[in-house]
């Protein structure tokens, strides 16, 4: 993991638009393990920046959508760091008990869909 | 799949409230091809009603939730179904591409965390 | 895929073992899409004839351990042909219906158990 | 994590019927870590009540069921908690080596399948 | 799904620089069913663009690393599409064998490390 | 976990031949975990051997390839023990990071193919 101290200046210009761009003066582990790779780096961050600015959907609801595919896939820093910034943006403890309901019920479901080896329904096929 | 006229009483029941809670007169092969199973098909349905309720989220932010579950475990009749109601819930496209880019970005950083073996920040530990 | 009148000695020689050990005359696409690949073949075949023997667990019981993980992993094709060979085994609709109530069960709380950040019970610990 | 002597009535009831039901004095931690959501720990909780308990299937092969799919989606507490409930249901450990050996192999085949694009069996398609 | 005809000159940008880049005349479905979100599909492009393109590793080494992951998660598109290109590339049927038992094993392994718990090393967690 | 001087003649021998192939003095936590099974862990270890071994694929690139699998599946110990030994292969940091950008990437289009429900190609049909 590479530390602000240490880092090159092309890696310092990610982490300082990190720290501009989210108001905090601490640079996550994620960005500092990915470090050694400069181009990952930024990329990764670029893609991030753009991805999770509010649009049609806001900023919290981006957030409870990447803790359901955190979960979903057992990510446990992800749910870590995102569960954090995620109360940041806004979310209560009633959200994020409704929002993992549906993840559960979700991953059940679609396991039942497999299962069951459902056929998708012909008014569904239409609508492709 | 068992249609409605082939159905038991206690099938029948399950498929009469599907349909009144959905207002809708269709039931899709998802409950038909539990139906050979009544006690799973009631507890899913009656699940399903009760988590995807609107409550502190609502019901079209619980729908996008589905989505991103569905989309990251590559369940393709639940992509093809819950987009379905998602969008008469009240989904754009351009919601949708939204939708898309966070459950991709997620997907693809939840990787990267593993890849890279992030340990949890401090701070994240404190949440717990 | 590879028929068997098309096949190398080496993939025929699978194909008899397969034929033989299943008392069937059949051989599945999954073996005549691998058969391109014999080492391939051989070795899955080698490995899948002595997992699934009867042991300390049942044929059914492995069957439905099967069902289980290919229906968590949305593996189509092996929900298809498995389904099949389980049901030949002696498993029952009733029984098809309590396992993929336990698979669905089992998908949402380990999607709840990381959503949840739930850390190890001590003496679940003390089990290691 | 939510405490017996720091919980509501609603959360002490559901905890009350975990101990009667299985017969034990403590509480896991992934009721404690859910119990700040109530409505989610007791709609949890009466699933698994209903879906672990005896029917088609036994209470040792429901257990095997749910350490498959644990395994496969990579839930370390999953793995903690229902290996040693499965051994307490009577799971020995060559039990356990041949469940994991068919677990591995269902993930390996079920990779194969999806790699080398395997058509379903027309026959495999009629039970449909 | 959008054809070039039926395109913007903001998606038509993107088509053509996959072709130009691809030195093909056809733009595949994954790109038509993305553009009616042209910001999602220009900013998958670009990152393809840039993460495929030969460097350290050259580019059939990235098609098959991209092949390990689609069939690990069973898409079933990804694999379609890919595998012809990783052979346009110069992937071999033998390659491609090799490639798969890999792919199962790995999944297999994983598996079982889950199952059985495995703690990390002390020497590989000196790596970190 | 079963170590050396406390193993079985039949373990003993599948630890002699896993330090011989490896030119090594340890076993790892993954063996010494599966070795109460031995069946489990002389057939895991066979299968490891054949598969890893270097073929129309070199050793590099099979140990990139598992770790493809092994990322994108979130397992943290096969994560930790490969990239350790894919560095004594001859993996560089830029190949990790670019290992690590084609990783996520695909994770990211896999779950994108799914999300917009796209078709295949009629030219990759063709291809079956």
Known sequence: MIEYQDASPEVREVYDDIMRTRKTETINNFWKAMAANPAVLKQTWENIKQVMAPGALDALTKELIYLAV???????????????????????????????????????????????????????????
Chains 1, 2, 3, 4, 5, 6 share one sequence.
């Open 70 to 128: 955190s979960a979903t896939n057992q990510c446990s820093y992800c749910m870590a760091s995102h569960s954090a910034s995620a109360r940041a943006t806004g979310m209560t403890e009633k959200m994020f008990g409704e929002l993992m309901a549906v993840v559960g019920m979700a991953n059940n479901t679609n396991a039942l869909a497999a299962g069951f080896q459902v056929p998708i329904d012909d008014q569904f096929k239409a609508g492709l």
